[in-house]
């Protein structure tokens, strides 16, 4: 099994940064990709970013390409999510996922775990 944990959400302003971490435990040896998620209320759970098992391949939405920037450090066990220049439509619950499979998929049941999510709020 793996544990995730996520960090760093919270209330900032339109146009703000936060960082967000998400460290993971357990049989982490286990971990390929790993992906970031929200959730809004009332709206399905979306893909946002992922990256590959040695930091060489990243993916986005096309949402927030440009101004999120995902990251990992393998020797930590914590994958980062860099958010600059947020949007009110950008609030949710963010959630990180770890997937055992190497090849990459936006599709959240895909994935083989995840943490209990943390909340960003962004004020207008």
């Known amino acids: 099994q793996v544990q995730l944990v996520e960090s760093g959400g919270g209330l900032v302003q339109a146009g703000g940064s936060l960082r967000l971490s998400c460290a993971a435990s357990?049989?982490?040896?286990?971990?390929?990709?790993m992906g970031w998620f929200r959730q809004a209320p009332g709206k399905e759970r979306e893909f946002v970013a992922a990256?590959?098992?040695?930091?060489?391949?990243?993916y986005y939405a096309d949402s927030v390409k440009g101004r999120f920037t995902i990251s990992r450090d393998n020797a930590k066990n914590t994958v980062y999510l860099q958010m600059n220049s947020l949007k009110p439509e950008d609030a949710a619950v963010y959630y990180c996922?770890?997937?055992?499979?190497?090849?990459?998929?936006?599709?959240?049941?895909?994935?083989?775990?995840w943490g209990q999510g943390t909340q960003v709020t962004v004020s207008s």
């Open positions: 996922a770890a997937d055992k499979a190497v090849l990459f998929t936006t599709t959240p049941r895909r994935y083989d775990y």
């Open positions: 990256i590959s098992w040695n930091g060489v391949s990243t």
């Open positions: 357990g049989r982490t040896f286990s971990i390929n990709t």
